[in-house]
């Protein structure tokens, strides 16, 4: 009911409604930081403003009388012609969306104002300068002002002077460029510039809340997940000032080193300056431990409130901070965004520092970031020569065609490049440039530019402050000393890690968490990095209820699988051991003539599968191993229907029919199907080809056998795919228990297998209790459950309307990546509760590649899943997700 709040009435956990930025400076504020004070409108006023294209009725009296209160507490008013109080109008929602909304600063300031401002302050050049801005970011934010067209109004007197950024010019030139803006502000609206100040302050609340919906917020938005629909609180707040002299400054500060982790001083300084001017890296920023030299006392009063933030959040903090005229003010805290590496080697450090728990440790590293560290990185020991060498922002080996500009990386992405995208420095503009790009490389700015912020976000390689290349972005080259010069479309690598920057392309190598894991190295010769994931991945297996099984298919990704932590397999699919030189036995099979020649082509499969089983229940002894029979339509392992037909006309025509092909064109005629994908397969398949399962199940019988033998230890699970009806489980169960009586009647000894079935059609789903019944286990095969409760096939859709799908919101991930919660969801709870409810001993997994999506993890464990199944590499993903979903 109530719109805006004080800072100090707020606290750290009212994100929903201050927003991140407005909670925190509560917080702060709380803690007895020195944050200016201020107020915020809570993100409801903003979601009145974009449903009903109006504020709410009682928000500009909320404003006004909290702007009263303001005013009474610095003993100034807003915009006195005097002695102005100035505010910043500041945006923020609930997730952290850095420099992708609108900010706009020292509103207050007038043409009567600003005379005030340089008088009490005595410094002419302050006052102008902070009106420039206040001008310049209320055409651009307010009115939506090309930039061009400010530059315009700014650019006169740089020559004159001799200088390239407005804040250099002397006081009556920015004055003179005020007035310029002023005109392109009437000429561009048709009104001119508000005098006001609480219009001012009121079109800026209102841009605020606009900026919301940018396309470039609303990209970011669908990058990162965040919902659309929470809306931007604004944070009014006194402004300080860093733009008035030597003695003041801005700065962002790390209380750990957001890229490796480290403990220390960490962050950028930029002296005389004002808040913008150290985000979008414009100006040359120095080290933050330099500060030290420059102002001792706010130096040693920043790193206290370092700590004290550190202490009180538990985590490592990033903080915006103004000095003016020697006193330090607090503008802005988050729990720090970081890469993979340093969430991982911090979370483990505050555990040593008995800071958090090895349970909170968990809860602050992810699957995603996990699986980031699994990737490969550039070999050491290669010779492609460095051109260039900037700062490290975030790590990764990247090699890709180098773009100048956005619109290049989109054009050069879509062919099928990867890409480095090379700027002088990023802006929010160039979004869906970095979207495309494998690697960003810019040559101005440091670690907390937008281009390091947005790169590591997205986990993407970057490289920033690259300040010996030379760019050139009209004419699509840069040059790097020694004069290489570097085209649209050339190769280069870059070392996300160290800042290097190669010509040519760098050979990978596998990460040093992937050697660990595959045993390669041993924990006592591996780094801190590697024994951190270590760590916490334990922690994980002790915490997590739900089980973690392997996809794989062949004895070598058996044993991988088990390197990784897989305690099972959860889908060995049989149809990759149909393919190569056994397609021939597949065709005989198909064109077999009576059930004499049936057999004959059976008795030729069988001993292939054996042994093709004897090596996978060797590779996961005394593990179980869950075998799906035959899935696929048979006429994928026939020859091309049009291929097969040219090679047929051509024999006859050449007078030398083939009868072999020709009766493979009349069987592949036979088979063909409109729609395979609904057609003979599956279990389908088992019940029309009498005796194809009947192989397959004394294959894996005759091989559980003969591993027994051997001494191992062989669990295996028989699953039937593609089941819509009791029936059809029924029918295969039958014939599956009678091969085994059989074989274990040959082999004297009794092989004990489970035989269960996917849950991959929505009928099984809705008749899983009648099918639990004649089923020991069910395992979700997503991919199909959601390709036909949706009706679409994801073949086809991924490519066509799927992006257009993800735009419009329709889903915000493709429900391929991340489980469909509502409506396929809907279909596995029913399918768990209803089975369970029928066969209380029914064992249930999941297969598809959801198995190893984080998001669907902690869905299948909140659903009771007993485990998910996944491929061998995301095995560690799955383990750290399914502890996080039991923490
Ligand atoms: P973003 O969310 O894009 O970082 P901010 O709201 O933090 O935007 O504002 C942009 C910059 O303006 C920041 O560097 C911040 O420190 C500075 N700033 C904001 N409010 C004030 C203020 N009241 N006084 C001085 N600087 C400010
Ligand atoms: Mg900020
Ligand atoms: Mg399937």
Redesign the pocket.
Known sequence: DRYVFDFAEGNKDLKDLLGG?GANLAEMTRLGLPV?PGFTIATTACRTYLSTGDAPTALSQEIGEHLNRLEQVIGRKLGDPDDPLL??V???GKFSM??M?E?I?DIGLNDQSVQGLAKRSGDDHFAWDSYRRLLQMYARTVLEVPDELLQAALSPGYAEWDVSTPEQLPAAAIERACGALQEVIADYSGRPFPQDPLEQLDLAVRAVFRSWVTPRATLYRHQEHIPDDLGTAV?V??????NRGPDSG?GVAFTRDPGSGEPGVYGDYLQDA???D??SGVRNTVPLAELESIDPRSYAQLLTAMATLEHHYRDLCDI?F?IEHGRLWI??TRVGKRTAAAAFRIAVQLVDEGVITLDDALLRVTGDQLGRLMFPRFDSRHDVPVIARGIGASPGAAVGVAAFDSVAAQRLASSGRNVILIRRETSPDDLPGMVASTGILTTRGGKTSHAAVVARGMGKTCVCGVDSLVVDPVARRAVAPGEVVIEEGDLLSLDGLTGFVYRGDVPVVASPVVEYFEGRVALADADDLVRAVDRVLRHADVRRTLGVHANADTPGDAQRARRFGAEGIGLCRTEHMFLGDRRRLVERLILAEGPTEQEAAFDELLPLQRADFVGIFQAMDGLPVTVRLIDPPLHEFLPDFTELSVQVALDRAAGQPDEEAERLLAAVRRTHESNPMLGLRGVRLGIAIPGLFAMQTRAIAEAAAIVTAEGGTVRPEIMVPLVASEQEMRLVRHEIESVLAKVAEETGGAVPARIGTMIEVPRAALQAGPIARCADFFSFGTNDLTQLTWAFSRDDVEASFFPRYLDAGVFPVSPFESLDRTGVGRLVRLAVEEGRKANPDLLIGVCGEHGGDPDSIDFFAAAGLDYVSCSPFRIPVARLEAGRAAS
């Open positions: 930025k200016p505010v910043s500041r945006s923020g850095p420099g909304m900010t600063l944070n707040m006194a402004m300080v000032f860093g801005t004002q808040g913008e150290v985000v915006e103004t503008l802005q």
